[in-house]
């Protein structure tokens, strides 16, 4: 009797368990800044880069625009995993044309919608003018 118990307590405990792990699934991206230093930034699919890195408290990419894709200022470099992510719109595609030392691999933190395809890459803050 109370080995059943035990056992149906367990069961239930472990199910619970397993739905709260389902539900909170976090990626991870890395993002580089510019002292070289990597900076782990969890995030779930559908977040931008800057979201994602704000609510890990990662301030190196953060612009002055609050995330309006106007200061250019969270602009990354995403290298060779430029394919993994959706392509620019026009909107970011307009402010990227003012920013600082843009690269064909540019993109805006504020605008770059992160998702699983991305888990584990490494995306390099870009310059800023003083
Ligand atoms: S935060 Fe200003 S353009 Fe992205």
């Given at each position: 009797m109370l080995s059943s118990v035990l056992s149906k307590q367990l069961t239930k405990s472990i199910t619970s368990n397993t739905l709260k792990m389902a539900s909170c699934h976090f990626s991870k991206i890395f993002v580089q800044g510019l002292s070289g230093k990597k900076h782990v930034v969890e995030f779930e699919e559908g977040d931008t880069l800057y979201e994602?890195?704000?609510?890990?408290?990662?301030?190196?990419?953060?612009g002055v625009c609050g995330g309006n894709m106007s200061?250019?200022?969270?602009?990354?470099?995403?290298?060779?995993?430029?394919?993994?992510?959706?392509?620019?719109?026009?909107?970011?595609?307009?402010?990227l044309d003012r920013a600082f030392k843009?690269?064909?691999?540019?993109?805006?933190?504020?605008?770059?919608?992160?998702n699983d395809d991305v888990d584990g890459v490494t995306i390099i803050q870009a310059p800023r003018k003083n």
């Open positions: 994602a890195a704000e609510e890990n408290g990662i301030k190196e990419i953060m200061c250019t200022r969270c602009q990354v470099y995403v290298g060779e995993h430029k394919d993994k992510f959706a392509e620019a719109d026009e909107d970011e595609l307009d402010a843009r690269q064909d691999d540019s993109r805006l933190a504020c605008a770059l919608e992160l």
